[in-house]
Protein backbone atom coordinates (compact mmCIF):
# COMPACT_ATOMS: atom_id res chain seq x y z
CA UNK A 1 0.00 0.00 0.00
CA UNK A 2 1.56 3.41 -0.77
CA UNK A 3 2.42 5.41 2.13
CA UNK A 4 3.57 8.80 2.59
CA UNK A 5 7.30 8.21 0.19
CA UNK A 6 5.01 7.05 -2.58
CA UNK A 7 2.60 9.27 -3.02
CA UNK A 8 4.86 12.45 -2.70
CA UNK A 9 7.08 10.46 -5.50
CA UNK A 10 4.59 10.71 -7.44
CA UNK A 11 3.65 13.79 -6.38
CA UNK A 12 7.22 15.06 -7.67
CA UNK A 13 6.69 13.35 -11.01
CA UNK A 14 3.33 14.41 -11.66
CA UNK A 15 4.45 18.00 -10.91
CA UNK A 16 7.11 18.12 -13.81
CA UNK A 17 4.47 15.73 -16.63
CA UNK A 18 1.13 17.28 -15.92
CA UNK A 19 1.29 20.71 -14.97
CA UNK A 20 0.23 23.31 -17.24
CA UNK A 21 -2.10 20.32 -19.28
CA UNK A 22 -5.15 20.90 -20.47
CA UNK A 23 -7.46 17.88 -20.07
CA UNK A 24 -9.43 17.04 -23.03
CA UNK A 25 -11.11 14.37 -22.51
CA UNK A 26 -12.85 11.92 -19.33
CA UNK A 27 -12.94 8.96 -19.11
CA UNK A 28 -15.14 7.03 -15.96
CA UNK A 29 -15.16 3.32 -16.05
CA UNK A 30 -16.43 2.22 -12.78
CA UNK A 31 -19.12 4.28 -10.81
CA UNK A 32 -17.49 3.21 -7.38
CA UNK A 33 -14.51 5.39 -8.03
CA UNK A 34 -16.35 8.67 -7.40
CA UNK A 35 -18.26 7.32 -4.65
CA UNK A 36 -21.41 8.50 -5.58
CA UNK A 37 -20.76 11.78 -7.32
CA UNK A 38 -22.61 12.04 -10.92
CA UNK A 39 -19.58 11.18 -13.57
CA UNK A 40 -21.54 13.98 -16.04
CA UNK A 41 -21.01 16.33 -13.77
CA UNK A 42 -17.39 15.34 -13.29
CA UNK A 43 -17.16 15.32 -16.94
CA UNK A 44 -18.32 18.33 -17.23
CA UNK A 45 -16.12 20.09 -14.91
CA UNK A 46 -13.03 18.55 -15.56
CA UNK A 47 -12.63 18.89 -19.60
CA UNK A 48 -10.94 21.75 -20.63
CA UNK A 49 -9.60 22.78 -17.53
CA UNK A 50 -6.12 23.34 -16.75
CA UNK A 51 -4.13 21.25 -14.21
CA UNK A 52 -2.30 24.05 -12.25
CA UNK A 53 -0.50 21.80 -9.49
CA UNK A 54 -0.21 18.63 -7.97
CA UNK A 55 -0.21 18.51 -4.11
CA UNK A 56 -0.13 16.01 -1.23
CA UNK A 57 -1.94 15.50 2.20
CA UNK A 58 -0.67 13.00 3.91
CA UNK A 59 -1.30 9.47 1.81
CA UNK A 60 -3.66 11.63 -0.79
CA UNK A 61 -3.11 13.33 -4.05
CA UNK A 62 -4.48 16.30 -4.77
CA UNK A 63 -4.42 18.15 -7.98
CA UNK A 64 -5.26 21.58 -8.51
CA UNK A 65 -7.74 22.75 -11.25
CA UNK A 66 -7.67 26.15 -13.08
CA UNK A 67 -11.25 26.68 -12.22
CA UNK A 68 -10.21 26.29 -8.69
CA UNK A 69 -11.70 23.10 -8.26
CA UNK A 70 -9.32 20.51 -6.29
CA UNK A 71 -9.54 16.45 -7.13
CA UNK A 72 -8.21 14.30 -4.62
CA UNK A 73 -7.19 10.97 -5.15
CA UNK A 74 -6.65 8.27 -2.95
CA UNK A 75 -4.17 5.22 -4.02
CA UNK A 76 -5.62 3.40 -0.75
CA UNK A 77 -4.38 -0.41 -1.13
CA UNK A 78 -3.41 -0.75 -5.26
CA UNK A 79 -4.25 2.33 -6.94
CA UNK A 80 -1.99 3.87 -9.63
CA UNK A 81 -2.36 7.11 -11.13
CA UNK A 82 -0.13 5.93 -14.41
CA UNK A 83 1.38 8.93 -16.96
CA UNK A 84 0.92 7.04 -20.49
CA UNK A 85 1.20 7.68 -24.15
CA UNK A 86 -2.49 8.05 -25.64
CA UNK A 87 -1.36 5.01 -28.03
CA UNK A 88 -0.09 2.66 -25.46
CA UNK A 89 -2.78 -0.29 -24.71
CA UNK A 90 -5.08 0.17 -21.55
CA UNK A 91 -4.36 -2.13 -18.92
CA UNK A 92 -7.00 -3.96 -17.11
CA UNK A 93 -8.57 -2.43 -13.92
CA UNK A 94 -8.36 0.90 -16.04
CA UNK A 95 -11.08 2.81 -14.32
CA UNK A 96 -10.69 6.19 -15.21
CA UNK A 97 -8.69 8.06 -18.19
CA UNK A 98 -7.75 11.48 -18.47
CA UNK A 99 -7.05 12.43 -21.85
CA UNK A 100 -4.60 15.27 -22.11
CA UNK A 101 -3.54 18.26 -24.60
CA UNK A 102 0.46 16.51 -25.34
CA UNK A 103 -0.85 13.28 -26.40
CA UNK A 104 -0.57 11.58 -23.05
CA UNK A 105 -3.16 10.28 -20.86
CA UNK A 106 -3.36 10.25 -16.58
CA UNK A 107 -4.91 6.52 -16.21
CA UNK A 108 -6.03 5.48 -13.06
CA UNK A 109 -5.71 1.69 -12.52
CA UNK A 110 -7.07 -0.13 -9.18
CA UNK A 111 -6.58 -4.11 -9.15
CA UNK A 112 -8.34 -4.17 -5.47
CA UNK A 113 -10.48 -1.11 -6.29
CA UNK A 114 -10.38 0.23 -2.50
CA UNK A 115 -8.78 4.17 -4.52
CA UNK A 116 -11.23 6.74 -5.31
CA UNK A 117 -11.32 10.45 -6.65
CA UNK A 118 -13.29 13.15 -5.01
CA UNK A 119 -13.95 16.39 -6.66
CA UNK A 120 -13.98 19.11 -4.33
CA UNK A 121 -15.55 22.00 -6.03
CA UNK A 122 -14.50 26.07 -5.15
CA UNK A 123 -10.95 24.10 -3.71
CA UNK A 124 -12.37 24.13 -0.38
CA UNK A 125 -10.24 21.68 1.48
CA UNK A 126 -10.85 22.93 5.15
CA UNK A 127 -14.64 21.25 4.45
CA UNK A 128 -13.29 18.15 3.34
CA UNK A 129 -13.86 15.23 5.89
CA UNK A 130 -11.08 12.89 5.36
CA UNK A 131 -8.78 15.90 5.62
CA UNK A 132 -10.02 17.59 8.48
CA UNK A 133 -9.39 14.45 11.14
CA UNK A 134 -5.74 14.12 9.94
CA UNK A 135 -2.53 14.85 12.27
CA UNK A 136 0.46 16.72 11.15
CA UNK A 137 2.70 15.97 8.14
CA UNK A 138 5.93 14.50 9.40
CA UNK A 139 8.44 16.06 7.00
CA UNK A 140 6.63 19.17 7.37
CA UNK A 141 9.42 22.29 7.94
CA UNK A 142 7.47 23.29 10.96
CA UNK A 143 6.68 20.00 12.38
CA UNK A 144 9.73 19.95 15.13
CA UNK A 145 10.85 18.01 17.80
CA UNK A 146 9.73 19.77 20.63
CA UNK A 147 5.74 19.54 18.43
CA UNK A 148 6.56 15.42 18.65
CA UNK A 149 7.44 14.66 21.79
CA UNK A 150 4.70 17.26 22.81
CA UNK A 151 1.92 14.80 20.68
CA UNK A 152 3.20 12.19 22.51
CA UNK A 153 3.00 13.54 26.03
CA UNK A 154 -0.49 14.17 25.06
CA UNK A 155 -1.02 10.46 24.47
CA UNK A 156 0.83 8.91 27.51
CA UNK A 157 -2.58 8.84 29.55
CA UNK A 158 -3.45 6.18 26.41
CA UNK A 159 -3.36 2.18 26.86
CA UNK A 160 -2.43 1.64 23.02
CA UNK A 161 0.59 0.30 21.99
CA UNK A 162 2.97 2.81 19.96
CA UNK A 163 3.07 1.00 16.51
CA UNK A 164 -0.69 1.43 16.66
CA UNK A 165 -0.82 5.42 17.41
CA UNK A 166 2.07 5.50 14.71
CA UNK A 167 -0.34 4.22 12.07
CA UNK A 168 -3.09 6.63 13.70
CA UNK A 169 -3.30 8.82 10.86
CA UNK A 170 -4.91 11.41 13.73
CA UNK A 171 -1.78 11.38 15.48
CA UNK A 172 0.26 11.52 12.12
CA UNK A 173 -0.15 11.53 8.65
CA UNK A 174 1.02 9.41 5.99
CA UNK A 175 2.82 6.82 8.07
CA UNK A 176 1.62 3.26 7.37
CA UNK A 177 2.75 -0.70 8.20
CA UNK A 178 5.84 -0.75 6.39
CA UNK A 179 7.23 2.56 7.31
CA UNK A 180 6.39 1.97 11.10
CA UNK A 181 8.35 -1.06 11.43
CA UNK A 182 11.53 0.57 10.04
CA UNK A 183 10.92 3.41 11.85
CA UNK A 184 10.64 1.44 14.93
CA UNK A 185 13.45 -0.45 14.35
CA UNK A 186 15.91 2.96 13.77
CA UNK A 187 14.24 4.24 16.93
CA UNK A 188 15.14 0.69 18.73
CA UNK A 189 11.35 0.60 20.10
CA UNK A 190 9.31 -2.37 20.80
CA UNK A 191 6.18 -1.95 18.60
CA UNK A 192 4.22 -3.60 21.47
CA UNK A 193 5.72 -0.70 24.11
CA UNK A 194 2.65 1.31 25.47
CA UNK A 195 2.77 4.99 24.83
CA UNK A 196 2.46 5.64 27.78
CA UNK A 197 6.16 4.19 28.79
CA UNK A 198 8.11 6.13 26.11
CA UNK A 199 10.17 8.51 27.46
CA UNK A 200 11.41 11.81 26.44
CA UNK A 201 14.16 10.46 24.94
CA UNK A 202 12.85 7.76 23.60
CA UNK A 203 10.27 10.27 21.77
CA UNK A 204 13.27 12.50 20.97
CA UNK A 205 14.75 9.02 18.60
CA UNK A 206 10.99 8.23 16.74
CA UNK A 207 11.05 11.73 15.71
CA UNK A 208 14.74 11.58 13.97
CA UNK A 209 13.73 7.96 12.74
CA UNK A 210 10.47 9.15 11.19
CA UNK A 211 12.22 11.87 9.33
CA UNK A 212 15.24 10.19 8.75
CA UNK A 213 13.35 6.83 7.42
CA UNK A 214 10.81 9.26 5.23
CA UNK A 215 13.51 11.27 3.66
CA UNK A 216 15.55 8.10 2.91
CA UNK A 217 12.60 6.41 1.10
CA UNK A 218 11.43 9.29 -0.83
CA UNK A 219 15.43 9.73 -2.14
CA UNK A 220 14.85 6.20 -3.38
CA UNK A 221 11.27 7.10 -4.79
CA UNK A 222 9.59 4.95 -2.74
CA UNK A 223 9.21 1.00 -1.84
CA UNK A 224 8.01 -1.75 -4.05
CA UNK A 225 7.12 -4.35 -1.70
CA UNK A 226 4.09 -5.66 -3.26
CA UNK A 227 2.32 -3.49 -5.80
CA UNK A 228 3.49 -0.04 -5.53
CA UNK A 229 4.80 1.61 -8.86
CA UNK A 230 5.54 5.16 -9.84
CA UNK A 231 3.35 7.43 -12.32
CA UNK A 232 5.86 5.93 -14.95
CA UNK A 233 5.42 2.33 -14.23
CA UNK A 234 8.69 2.28 -12.12
CA UNK A 235 9.67 0.36 -8.90
CA UNK A 236 10.93 2.35 -6.22
CA UNK A 237 14.36 1.07 -5.12
CA UNK A 238 13.76 1.73 -0.87
CA UNK A 239 13.11 -2.18 -0.86
CA UNK A 240 16.63 -2.92 -1.12
CA UNK A 241 17.35 -0.63 2.01
CA UNK A 242 14.45 -2.53 4.27
CA UNK A 243 15.57 -3.49 7.78
CA UNK A 244 13.20 -5.76 9.07
CA UNK A 245 9.77 -5.51 7.03
CA UNK A 246 9.43 -8.54 5.01
CA UNK A 247 12.63 -9.64 6.50
CA UNK A 248 10.77 -11.53 9.64
CA UNK A 249 13.27 -15.21 10.47
CA UNK A 250 16.46 -13.27 8.45
CA UNK A 251 19.30 -11.77 10.47
CA UNK A 252 19.12 -8.32 11.97
CA UNK A 253 21.28 -6.38 10.48
CA UNK A 254 22.22 -4.63 13.39
CA UNK A 255 22.91 -7.45 15.55
CA UNK A 256 22.44 -10.61 14.19
CA UNK A 257 19.33 -12.11 16.12
CA UNK A 258 16.49 -13.47 14.39
CA UNK A 259 13.62 -10.98 13.70
CA UNK A 260 10.13 -11.84 14.61
CA UNK A 261 6.87 -11.17 12.97
CA UNK A 262 3.80 -11.14 15.49
CA UNK A 263 0.49 -9.19 15.67
CA UNK A 264 0.60 -5.82 16.51
CA UNK A 265 -2.74 -3.40 16.81
CA UNK A 266 -4.00 -5.94 13.95
CA UNK A 267 -0.78 -5.73 11.53
CA UNK A 268 1.66 -7.66 10.75
CA UNK A 269 4.65 -6.17 12.50
CA UNK A 270 8.78 -6.88 11.98
CA UNK A 271 10.97 -6.35 14.94
CA UNK A 272 14.34 -7.62 16.71
CA UNK A 273 13.50 -8.94 20.01
CA UNK A 274 17.00 -7.79 20.63
CA UNK A 275 17.98 -4.02 19.33
CA UNK A 276 14.37 -3.35 19.79
CA UNK A 277 13.16 -2.27 23.68
ZN1 LIG B 1 18.92 -6.45 16.18
Redesign the pocket.
Known sequence: MPELPEVETIRRDLAKLVVSRKIISVTVASLKLLRGYSPARFKQRLENRDIIGVGRRAKILILDIDSGDKLLVHLKMSGRLLYLPAAEATAKHTHLVFGLDNGFELRFVDMRRFGYFKLVEGGRLEDVAELKSLGPEPLAAGFSEADFKDLIKSKSGSRRVTKGLLLDQTFLAGVGNLYADEVLHVAKINPTRPVSSIKAAEAARLYRAIREVLTEAIESRGTSFDLYVDAQGRPGRYVEKLKVYGRAGRA?L????T?RKVRVAGRGTNY?P???K
Open positions: CKCGALCNCQ
